[in-house]
């Protein structure tokens, strides 16, 4: 199956299990992508004591999950693009909604 996830927020706890989610699809051999939105472009500097989101990005981008991010978003925070970051468009976006069997929203 392919699993389309948009994350438009930083709450540690969520973003660290939508992480763990995205890394279990990709141990039952499903395709996924993740497409960061507005807050969610912050996501790679969540510290939080108890749930490392660093490490779960790690894995899931270690474990062949693909991730976009929105310029504009990334943009307005005057923030550049990187590896768990990528620049990305609203047809990026597009593309992944068509392209999935299952759209998650967080």
């Known amino acids: 199956m392919k699993i389309g996830i948009i994350i438009s927020q930083?709450?540690?706890?969520?973003?660290?299990?939508?992480?763990?989610?995205g890394n279990f699809s990709l141990n039952k051999e499903h395709e996924v992508k993740v497409f960061l939105l507005?807050?969610?472009v912050e996501c790679e500097e969540i510290e939080d004591e108890k749930y490392d989101v660093k490490e779960e990005i790690g894995k899931f981008l270690d474990n062949g999950g693909k991730m976009f991010a929105c310029g504009t978003c990334l943009k307005s925070?005057?923030?550049?693009?990187?590896e768990v970051c990528p620049l990305?468009?609203?047809?990026?976006?597009?593309d992944i909604v068509e392209?999935?069997?299952k759209i998650l929203t967080f």
Request: charge should be neutral; charged fraction near 30%.
């Open 88 to 94: 990305s468009t609203m047809q990026d976006l597009m």
């Open 38 to 40: 507005g807050k969610g």
């Open 10 to 21: 930083t709450e540690p706890e969520t973003v660290w299990n939508v992480f763990r989610f």
């Open 99 to 101: 392209q999935s069997d």
């Open 77 to 82: 925070r005057k923030k550049e693009g990187s």
